[in-house]
Each structure stands twice: as C-alpha cells, then as structure tokens.
C-alpha cells in the first residue's frame, strides 16, 4: 500500500491533560470526517501511528490519544497489573467527551461525522463510548469485545486473582454498563467486529456472543458484521485494516 504522507499534516497535541497524535490530510475542508483511534493494552499512541496514517490517507483525520499508564501517561508493569484493565477503559470513556469537544471546537471535526476504531482494549473502549453517545456515526472493533460481563468472568479465571472488594466493585461496574445488555442503544448502526479465530488473549467467543443476540434486530444486516480471520491470534492485519477502511468510507464519509 503506498502511503501518501506528503499529503498529511502530523501533530502531537495535548487535549487537557491527554497527549495524542493528530493526523489530518492536507485539504481544504471546513469540517473533517473524523476518526478516534484507540490503542490496546500496554500499547501506546506511536505504536498505533502507522495506522492512523492509513486511515489519514484515505481523507479521514485521525486521533490517537494515550490511556492512563499508557506512553506518555506514567507506564506500569502490564503483567503485574492487568486488573487495572477496566479501570483503563472506564477512564477512556470518561475522558472521551473531552476528545470530541476538543476535535469539533478547536481541530474542525465534523461533530455529525465522528467514528471509533479500537484494538484489543482499545476495542472495548471503543464499544463502550459507542453504546452511550448515540452521536458516534460507526465503529471498527478489532480484538476487542462488546460482552464486557462474559471477558471479565474469562479474566478473572485466567489470572486465578483473588477478588478483593475493589475488584468486585470494578467488576460489578462493567457488568452494570456492559453493552450486551444495552442491545437498544446499539440495533441499526454501524458495527463491524474484526477478530482472530485463534485470539488467545480476548477469545472470539465473546464477540460471537454478542453478534448473535443483536444481529437478528437489525433491519439492514449489511450495519452489523462479525468477520473471522482463521489461525490469527491477537493480532491486527493489513487485512483487517482494509476492511476498516472500507466500513469507514461506506459509513464514515
């Protein structure tokens, strides 16, 4: 794929206290189609950078903003870590009001044309603020999962943790806003799942869950798809990152 770069304007920005990368092709619009980019787990915003050059490249401006303990924002120790998991997420969505406003007042983004990408956390992430801002126009899930209540019941298993109250609180938190459950904020926009059929770290299962209790209530199927790449771990393609594109331009444009 040959990349335009030329045609594309990078900036690291700070909104509030979030520092993020900004791409923008060099056109001239008065308001941008807009797409926020969120990254995973122990990943950060430069980590992401090629692919929001990408999606830069094909007319969008692109945001990829570092999460709390993420790049810029004092990094842990992952491994020892990993039940701060939601308490990420939760902090993204929270913070993500701030990221729109700031990209419609200060960075010309259309505030009718803003959509999501996530990968693996980022997913989660991006499933959860698309469940609760009826304004987000559509949204790539790549790894991640809509069933937060069913992933957190596989985490908890697969750390063999023991479930101090803080932990029963942050679970019962994302089972209460799980977006599984909240079928009526989602029926009939655009969804499009992208996973790894052998996925080790977030199983495909989770989103076949949740596809198959929403994809029977959308009047266009076309809206809602879940596409399986077989023997693919945790992992984003080039493929995958095609089929992005292609979602964004049909929904996204």
Known sequence: M??????????????????????????????????IFYHGWSSYKEAQR?????????????LIPDAIYHGERNPIDYWKN?????????????????????LVSKYDAD????????????GFTSAGI???????????????SFAWDYYNQHLIKELDIEITDKL????????????SNKLEALVDRPILMLHGRSDSLVPVDNQRLFYQKIEPL????????????????HFVTTNMMEQSIIWFKKYGI
């Not at 990993?82 to 700031?102: C, G, M, P, R």
């Not at 698309?130 to 991640?144: A, D, Q």
């Not at 959308?218 to 771990?233: A, G, H, T, V």
């Open 218 to 233: 959308y009047k266009d199927k076309e809206k809602i798809k879940l596409i399986e790449y077989p023997n693919l771990d």
């Open 168 to 179: 029963h609180e942050i679970g019962e938190k994302a089972k209460k806003l799980d977006p």
């Open 82 to 102: 990993t039940y701060k998991f939601w308490e990420v997420v939760f902090n993204n969505i929270e913070e993500s009001s701030l990221l729109i406003e700031a």
């Open 50 to 62: 090629i692919r929001g050059l990408i999606l830069a490249t094909v007319g969008f401006q692109v």
């Open 111 to 122: 505030p009718d044309n803003i959509s999501l990408i996530g990968h693996s956390m980022g």
């Open 130 to 144: 698309f469940t609760y801002n009826p304004k987000i126009k559509s949204v790539v899930i790549l790894n991640g």
């Open 2 to 35: 040959h990349l335009h770069t030329s045609l594309i304007k990078e900036e690291k920005v700070h909104i509030g206290n979030i520092p993020a990368i900004l791409f923008r092709p060099k056109e001239d619009k008065e308001k941008f189609p807009t797409i």
